[in-house]
């Protein structure tokens, strides 16, 4: 994924002196604060008297101009300064974090239902559903680096350089995602109607993600402000999570429950009814409007700030690099390799254990009428565990903190041998926190091996988005490959769309892919974590202003 390079302050003017006769301060105040170190002496101020400052205005400037005794130079301390300049309203992050939610309500819900719609509902062979869940994440992968290079040509408009790029894609997102749950009334080219929209959906939800994420940048100069927006930003696609799970299991739930198989007549029939196809298009529409919505809010609440994050980074950072090329420049950092690496294993396993959750407790358990407790179970526990696991990444340090996401693999075993209502609410309790320990530390140690890449190579800021877009490509090609293999394991084990009962071997093959599976590829993941390298630590200055500027950069896609 490609975003735009971090910019650099503009240059600040030289302050003009006062004269000794005028400004606010007299000649004897400034003579006793010129005792130790000479002191710049305070801009003219014109202004006429019914337009004084107040005296908490003030105060807070002499407290800047104190400050500045303690900064290495006049750019410096204006600087800190001018980020007042830069603050953004409460309105303004509120806004914008809800432009990032319809993406999050549309991926939580997909991420736990979709497998369970194209087999038993939209009834696509097994195999025809491997290829549709892999051909959607590697579309979404490759358009990482093709939106980062489209958005980055691109020219600035009224409506700014990345705004048209965010709202011209919802309404598109929308209707793909709507028509991704849509049943057809043609069954032989159902694997291809599902295959198409879910490749659309899921690049042009990178399409969307990439230039709303690199917002932050276009928004304040501020680096504060900047954290403090994506700090808002996560905290409502947290809440489109919850969201998205809650209000598609709710709207669904009556289509999988035990009831079918109770009466004689549903029980022996493959057909899916009516009733079931229109509970899950109106969740689809529930979930499109949130794009529409949204995208209002966002735009209405959200402006660029025109010379903020596009002439001057192209100036500071020189000619960027492509891809493929600084692809092959940061495979070679040892550091960055093993943590790639190592998260390609977890994440997949993160995301087998989601998929197949629904599907396990629908066929090889008697837990159907649990699957959306389950569920929110699992996400409320992951949303209230991140903040725990911030403090525990900085007081015990994030190998240590590592080994959390190993609490999940003996309650994963015990689900597959044991599938009983109360282990399976601890199960989902302790992979939520599993989940949101996987989830935090990987963005939590990238800055760490972009400072070590840096130090030893001395290269421009540029190099840190191809760190980054490269980590989510990789992420994204493990996970389609994990679950298009996961799928098609189950047309190989005999999977009957719809049956009440599947065969003993379809049972044997869930039970390893929620239990065995996921343990095996994090046992994996973590031994590689363990033996790599360990990235080396810049100053705290330059590590607070560089990781600042990273997480600023973050997408949660």
């Known amino acids: 994924m490609s975003f735009p390079q971090e910019p650099t302050p503009a240059p600040v003017a030289e302050p003009h002196t006062e004269e000794p006769d005028s400004g606010l301060l007299s000649d004897n105040s400034a003579k006793e604060n010129h005792s130790s170190t000479r002191r710049p ?36 301390g204006l600087s800190s300064m001018d980020s007042r300049a830069g603050r953004l309203s409460v309105c303004t992050k509120v806004c914008y974090g809800i432009g990032g939610v319809p993406n999050q309500v549309a991926s939580s819900a997909s991420a736990f239902y979709l497998q369970l ?11 025809q559903v491997s290829l549709a869940l892999f051909g959607g994440k590697v579309s979404g992968a490759v358009a990482d680096p093709v939106a980062g290079f489209f958005i980055n040509k691109s020219r600035r408009t009224r409506a700014g350089r990345l705004m048209p790029w965010a709202l011209g894609c919802m309404p598109l997102i929308a209707l793909a995602y709507f028509f991704l749950w849509f049943l057809p009334p043609f069954t032989s080219l159902r694997g291809l109607w599902y295959a198409t929209f879910y490749c659309l959906y899921q690049a042009l939800s990178t399409f969307f993600q990439v ?86 809010l966002l ?72 699957v959306q407790s389950l569920v929110l179970t699992i996400l409320i526990s992951a949303v209230l565990s991140t903040p725990l696991w911030e403090r525990v990444l900085q007081r015990f340090g994030k190998r240590t903190s590592a080994f959390g996401i190993c609490i999940m693999v003996p309650f994963s075993i015990l689900l597959a041998a044991v599938p009983s209502a109360p282990v399976a609410y601890v199960v989902a309790f302790v992979s939520g926190v599993s989940i949101a320990v996987s989830l935090l530390l990987p963005w939590s140690m990238l800055p760490d091996v972009v400072d070590d890449f840096q130090l030893q190579h001395r290269r421009g800021p540029g190099v840190e988005t191809i760190f980054y877009s490269s980590y989510v490509f990789f992420t994204k090609l493990s996970g389609a490959g994990a679950l298009g293999i996961s799928t098609l394991s189950l047309e190989f084990a005999g999977y009957k ?45 330059t590590f607070s202003q560089q990781s600042l500027r990273r997480r600023t950069s973050y997408s949660l896609a």
């Open 41 to 76: 002496l305070v801009p003219r101020c014109a202004c006429s008297p019914s337009s004084w400052l107040r005296q908490e205005d003030f105060l807070r400037f002499w407290e800047d101009l104190n400050s500045l005794n303690n900064q290495k130079s006049w750019a410096e």
């Open 117 to 127: 719609f194209l087999l038993d509902v939209a009834q696509i062979p097994a195999a």
């Open 211 to 296: 230039p709303y994420t690199a917002l932050t940048m276009i928004l304040t100069p501020s680096p504060r402000e900047r954290d403090s927006a994506t700090a808002y930003r996560m905290t409502m696609e947290m809440a489109g999570t919850l969201m998205g799970a809650t209000v598609h299991g709710l709207i669904v739930s009556s289509a999988h429950g035990s009831r079918r198989c109770e009466d004689p007549v549903l029980a022996g029939s493959t057909a899916v009814s009516p009733d079931v196809a229109r509970l899950y298009c109106i969740a689809a529409a529930v979930v499109a409007l949130t794009y529409p919505v949204c995208g209002s």
């Open 299 to 370: 735009c209405l609440g959200v402006k660029e700030r025109p010379g903020i994050g596009c002439n001057t980074s192209a100036t500071a950072s020189g000619p960027g690099l492509s891809f493929f090329t600084g692809l092959a420049i940061t495979s070679r950092h040892p550091p960055y390799l093993s943590l790639v690496v190592s998260f390609l294993f977890i994440s997949a396993a993160v995301q087998v254990e989601q998929s197949y959750l629904v599907l396990f407790c629908t066929h090889a358990s008697r837990l159907q009428e649990h």
């Open 497 to 541: 769309a719809r049956a009440c009962q599947q065969a003993e071997e379809v049972v044997v093959t869930l039970k390893v892919l929620i239990g065995a599976v996921p343990t095996c590829m994090i046992l994996i993941g973590l031994c590689i974590l363990m033996i790599g390298p360990t990235p080396k630590t810049p100053s705290q200055d």
